[in-house]
C-alpha cells in the first residue's frame, strides 16, 4: 500500500522554452490512487510499495545505438468475411528483452511489446475479440475513433478478469492513426505504462492516391519513457515523471533505425503516461509533418522541431537522401525532466545507399471542410490541486471524475466551441476528447500552429495556456469520457464525461 507519493510537476519557463521541475512531497496517497491498489492481493504488479526502488537502472550510456529498431507485428485478421475484419486478440503477461541480457515483465496484447498493429481501411468495420487472461479488470479504447458508446471502452466498461468481449470498429470516419490502449479506471495509469498499447492504422481512399512514402519506408515509431529496477523490472510509481529517464521507442532504449537515403514517412506516437517530448533531429535538419492526430493535414509543413504530449501523434516526412551514405542522424529530444545524456537522445538513423524512391509530398494533401456555426460555447479548467498535506487531485471544472455525473450535455447533430484552460501555472496538462476530431481555432487568443491546423482528438496545454477548439458531434449519442491525456491525472480524477443526446 502506498502511504507517500511524489507529486512532480514540470513547468515551462515562461519564454525559455526550459522546463522546470518542482517537486513536493505528499505525506498521503490520493483517494482514487488508494482505491486502485485496495483490496487487489490479485493485483497484476508489485509496485506501488513506499520502498524507494532507487534511480532507474535503465541501460548504460554505452549501449547507445546498438540494437535495431523493432517494427511491432501486423495483425493478421482470422476472418474476413460479412464486409468486416474480424481480430482476435488476448491480453496476458509476458515478458520483454529491452534491456540486454535482461528480461521485463510486461502485460501485452497478445505478448507484442510494444502491442501489436491492426491496418485497417475506412468503409470496412473491424471485430476485435478481446480475452482478458490478466489479473485486473480491462478496458479497452481505441483512441481517435469514432465509435457507439459500447464499444469505446470507457474507464467503466470493465472486461473483468478471465472474460472475453467483442468490441465493434465501424471505421466511417477517414484515415488516421489510431492507438488503442487500456482505460479501466484507476488502472489505465499503470497498465498502459506496463505495456497495454498498441497501433491502429486507418487508411482511406484519399490517403491511398497520395504518393507518400510506403510499404518498408513507412515506420510506426511509439516513443514512451519508462524506469527499470536492476533486475530489469518496470518500476510504477504514479507521478514519477521524473523517475521514468529511459526513453524508449518501440519498446527498446536508443535504437538504431537503418535507413536508405531517401524519404520515409515516420509515424510517431507519444504513448508516455506523463512525458512530453520536443523532438528535432541532431543537425537541426527539415523535418516535413504531413499529419497529426485525425490524419493528413491540409497541407504539409517544414520544421525543424516536433512537439508531442502524451497521447498526441506526429506524422512526418524527413529525406535521407540529403546525407551521405554512413552518416548517423541523432534524434534528439529537449524536453525535461531527467538527464540529458539520456533523455535528450531518442534513437539514430543511419544513413544507408540510396534506393529509388518514386515518392512524393504534395503540396495538398487533403481538404477539411469548415466545422459550420457552433450552437453552445463551454468553458473546460484542468487542475492538479496540491498543498496543504494533501495527496494531489486531478480536477476538471473544480470536480474529480464520477461516472454517475454528466458533466456536458451535448445536443446530437450540433458543434461546440470548448476553450479548455490550464489552470495550473508550474504543471502541464493536454486534453483529450473521445468520439470525435476536433479543430484547433487557437492556442492563447492566436491561429494555432501549422502542426495543429488539422484534426485532432488530443490537444497539448502548457501550463497557464488556453486553446480554443470546436467539435462536431453528429456520428454517436451516448455517454464518453474527456480527460487530461497525463494518464496519471485521469487516474487522479481529472477526467469527465460528456452526454450526446
Ligand atoms: Cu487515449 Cu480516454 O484515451
Ligand atoms: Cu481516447
Ligand atoms: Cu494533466
Known sequence: MVTRRRMIGAALATGGGVLLLRTTQHPAASATATAASAGDGAHTH????????????????????TTALPLPPVLSPV????????????????FARILPGRRTDVLTYNGAFPGPVIRARSGRPVIVRQTNLLDDPVSVHLHGSSVPPDSDGGPMNLLDAGATRTYTYPNAQPHAS???????????SEHVYRGLAGTYLLTDATEAALPLPSGRYDLPIALRDARFDTAG??????DDAEGRATILANGRPWPRVDVAARRYRIR??????????????ADGG???????DGGLLERPHTTDTVDLSPGERADVVIDFSRYRPGTGVVLTNSMPPGPAEHVGQVLRFDVGRPAPDPSAVPDR????????????????????????GLAPRGLIDGKAYDPARVDASVAFGTSEIWTVVNANTDIPHNFHLHLVQFRVLARNGAAPGPGEAGLKDTVRLMPGESVRLQAVFDSYRGRYPYHCHLL??????MMAQLEIT
Open 178 to 188: 489510431l492507438w488503442f490502449h487500456d482505460h479501466a479506471h484507476h488502472l489505465e
Open 268 to 281: 510517431l506516437l507519444n504513448s508516455s503516461n506523463l512525458r512530453f517530448f520536443s523532438l528535432r533531429l
Open 286 to 292: 527539415p523535418i516535413t509533418q504531413i499529419g497529426s
Open 79 to 94: 476472418a474476413t468475411d460479412n464486409g468486416a475484419d474480424t481480430y482476435t486478440m488476448t491480453m496476458l503477461r509476458s
Open 488 to 493: 496519471d491525472h485521469s487516474a487522479m480524477g
Open 46 to 65: 508489485p509496485a506501488g510499495t513506499d520502498a524507494d526502488p532507487g534511480p532507474d537502472a535503465g541501460p548504460a550510456l554505452a549501449q547507445k545505438f
Open 365 to 388: 494533401l487533403r481538404t477539411l471542410a469548415p466545422p459550420g456555426p457552433a450552437v453552445r460555447e463551454r468553458t473546460i479548467v484542468l487542475k492538479v490541486e496540491t498543498g496543504g
Open 233 to 238: 523490472n518496470l518500476v510504477y510509481r504514479m
